[in-house]
């Protein structure tokens, strides 16, 4: 088996997905993508950007980095990439919260990220003893901590992903160079990586 195929089973990526929804939502938020210039993009015709859009065709895993060059500045872009990641790969990414429930206000969102982050802390100090504890893996008799740390974790970044694409398209911030900007400083300051 080839390395990327390794890769696809550990993430449990899929190969294609529906995301005609999603696609049509962002499109209609941002008028001046036209299907031709989509289609463009993707290679397609406008026809194949129509069945996309109705979730008639499925969007195949190869066409994303064509897709999101398409969408990047875009009102939305990186709320969408999220939601679409999320797709391919069947949660591993977590999914956009419900913003009826949810506040994509700034402070509002921050502040419930900050709340996430005590609950995520308070749970790892629980779980320390069990992490400590090199039979502690092979006891699956109590795993009740070790579950809740990893739950309120993913809750941080339920909740930390669109706070930081919010703050990207509220500052006209790009995800990507931002993102390669702490990678390089990350580096130059010899922090290692676990």
């Not at 709320?79 to 994509?104: C, M, R």
Request: contains cysteine; charged residues 20%.
């Amino acid at each position: 088996m080839k390395e990327d195929g390794v890769m696809q089973n550990v993430f449990g990526l899929q190969q294609k997905a529906m995301v005609g929804h999603k696609l049509t939502d962002f499109m209609n938020a941002n008028p001046e993508l036209s299907t031709t210039e989509l289609g463009h993009f993707l290679g397609v015709t406008q026809s194949m950007v129509s069945k996309l859009r109705h979730d008639k065709s499925p969007l195949h895993f190869d066409d994303l980095a064509n897709l999101f060059k398409s969408t990047e500045g875009l009102l939305g872009a990186d709320e969408f990439k999220i939601s679409v990641l999320n797709k391919f790969t069947n949660g591993f990414i977590p999914p956009l919260p419900n913003y009826y429930y949810v506040s994509t206000n700034l402070a509002a969102l921050s502040n419930r990220v900050i709340t996430e982050m005590g609950q995520s802390m308070d749970a790892l100090k629980e779980a320390l003893d069990d992490f400590s504890d090199p039979s502690s893996p092979n006891n699956i008799k109590n795993i009740s901590d070790p579950e809740q740390a990893f739950a309120q974790c993913y809750d941080v970044l339920y909740y930390l992903l669109p706070l930081m694409a919010i703050i990207a398209n509220t500052y006209g911030m790009s995800w990507i160079d931002e993102g390669r900007k702490r990678v390089k400083e990350i580096a130059q300051h010899h922090e290692r990586q676990i």
